[in-house]
């Protein structure tokens, strides 16, 4: 491969890699590979939304997550049942719930709360 210049795999980006790379680099830093790993699980949920609507699936069996607005398809990569599309988000909604209701002390598993340490 004299003479080429690799680029970094991620669609947006394609910067040249450095010269002294190793030959399995892809990506140019961390950002680009984080980036790309985004991309390609939109486009892959896209594509089981895409699926779903022709396939003649229910319009309800494509929902949109409550915390973050991102739409995908139930039953294909998530239960049936699924409310919220990332852990990410059943956390946030969970600490929201808790913020709502007041309540600032940490659960143990026997249910009893204890004192924060002052956040």
Not at 49 to 62: D, N, Y
Not at 67 to 96: I, P
């Amino acid at each position: 491969m004299a003479g080429q210049v690799r680029r970094c795999a991620y669609v947006l980006c394609s910067k040249p890699l450095p010269a002294g790379a190793r030959s399995d680099k892809q990506f140019c830093d961390r950002t680009c590979k984080a980036a790309h790993r985004r991309w390609r699980r939109h486009q892959a949920e896209a594509f089981a939304i895409g699926l779903a609507f022709v396939w003649g699936e229910k319009p309800e069996q494509v929902v949109r997550c409550p915390v973050c607005g991102h739409r995908f398809a139930l039953g294909h990569g998530h239960r049936a049942d699924k409310l919220y599309d990332r852990d990410s988000c059943r956390q946030a909604a969970f600490r929201a719930r808790r913020r709502a209701e007041g309540v600032r002390e940490a659960v143990t598993r026997d249910n009893a709360p204890v004192p924060s340490t002052g956040r």
